[in-house]
């Protein structure tokens, strides 16, 4: 019962699993009765209501739990691959399959790599989602020294961007944009060279990941709490299919069905 949370997809297995009892009693049951006693009999409201919400509701849960789920972006730990306001779409099979309660893996796809954008049950609060950026998979040597990253010895590359600036950008000071080569997936991060470099080393535990965020010297990430299990995966972003400029305080219509990559 570890893994059991009481959150949406929770109420909505129930609503599902509640409609669907009801909606299979009137098909089975009482339609066929209420057709023999007589043409005037109809089912009760509550009745009436799972007979046409059961199949709205089972839809919404089968694309929500397996197919594809939305985010919305509540922080700056992503800048400048996700804003504050982006709303995003996540993928619900790639690394497998899972049941909505419980959180089970029943068919498996494979495994984040390096590079991957990933959402996940923060290991200190499962109840709560995060969003952060794959950078060691089971067995790497992480190592972080002057801002700089390692990956079993090897070296990130990066290439200078210039200086960013962003309204949303926490912590606030200057801060550069950096273009990152993780095992062949580009991208960009944000360096704050104000910010203590907090250098380390670390070996990722199997079955764990360890994770980043872009915003480097502004994200709560596996440098403090550690590790992300294997079994707190929700699934892979890769698209922004909203976003709300709260500066603006308009849609930003540029970002809408950006990759996320």
Same mark, same amino acid.
């Given at each position: 019962?570890?893994?059991?949370?009481?959150?949406?997809?929770?109420?909505?297995?129930?609503? /599902?699993?509640?409609?669907?009892?009801? +909606?299979?009693?009137?098909? +089975?049951?009482?339609?066929?009765?209420?057709?023999?006693?007589?043409?005037?009999?109809?089912?009760?409201?509550?009745?009436?209501?799972?007979?046409?919400?059961? =199949?709205?509701?089972?839809? $919404?849960?089968?694309?929500?739990?397996?197919?594809?789920?939305?985010?919305?972006?509540?922080?700056?730990?992503?800048?400048? /691959?996700?804003?504050?306001?982006?709303?995003?779409?996540? &993928?619900?099979?790639?690394?497998?399959?899972?049941?909505?309660?419980? &959180?089970?893996?029943?068919?498996?796809?494979?495994?984040?790599?390096?590079?991957?954008?990933?959402?996940?049950?923060? =290991?200190?609060?499962?109840?709560?989602?995060?969003?952060?950026?794959?950078?060691?998979?089971?067995?790497?040597?992480?190592?972080?020294?002057?801002?700089?990253?390692?990956? &079993?010895?090897?070296?990130?590359?990066?290439? !200078?961007?210039?200086?960013?600036? @962003?309204?949303? /950008?926490?912590?606030?000071?200057?801060?550069?944009?950096?273009?990152?080569?993780?095992?062949?997936?580009?991208?960009?991060?944000?360096? &704050? !060279?104000?910010?203590?470099?907090?250098?380390?080393?670390?070996?990722?535990? !199997?079955?764990?990941?360890?994770?980043?965020?872009?915003?480097?010297?502004?994200?709560?990430?596996?440098?403090?709490?550690?590790? $992300?299990?294997?079994? @707190?995966?929700?699934?892979?972003?890769?698209?922004? +299919?909203?976003?709300?400029?709260?500066?603006? /305080?308009?849609?930003?219509?540029?970002?809408?069905?950006?990759?996320?990559?």
């Amino acid at each position: 019962m570890a893994d059991f949370h009481f959150d949406f997809a929770v109420i909505l297995s129930l609503l /599902t699993a509640v409609t669907g009892v009801f +909606w299979a009693l009137d098909k +089975w049951v009482l339609a066929p009765r209420r057709d023999t006693v007589g043409a005037g009999d109809k089912p009760n409201a509550f009745v009436d209501f799972c007979r046409s919400f059961f =199949p709205v509701i089972f839809v $919404v849960l089968i694309l929500r739990s397996f197919l594809a789920e939305p985010f919305r972006i509540p922080s700056g730990s992503m800048i400048p /691959t996700l804003l504050v306001g982006d709303f995003i779409l996540v &993928n619900k099979f790639t690394f497998g399959l899972r049941d909505p309660v419980f &959180n089970h893996k029943f068919v498996d796809f494979g495994e984040p790599a390096r590079g991957d954008v990933v959402v996940f049950r923060w =290991p200190v609060d499962p109840s709560k989602d995060f969003i952060k950026r794959i950078v060691g998979v089971p067995g790497d040597k992480i190592t972080y020294i002057d801002k700089q990253l390692y990956v &079993n010895g090897e070296r990130a590359s990066v290439q !200078p961007g210039g200086v960013y600036s @962003n309204p949303g /950008t926490y912590p606030p000071g200057v801060v550069y944009r950096m273009s990152e080569d993780l095992a062949g997936v580009e991208h960009n991060i944000l360096i &704050n !060279p104000g910010r203590p470099a907090e250098d380390f080393e670390f070996i990722v535990p !199997p079955g764990e990941y360890f994770a980043m965020g872009d915003n480097r010297d502004g994200s709560d990430d596996s440098r403090r709490w550690g590790t $992300v299990p294997e079994r @707190n995966l929700v699934g892979k972003a890769f698209l922004i +299919w909203m976003s709300w400029d709260g500066a603006r /305080t308009r849609i930003d219509f540029s970002r809408i069905g950006t990759l996320i990559k």
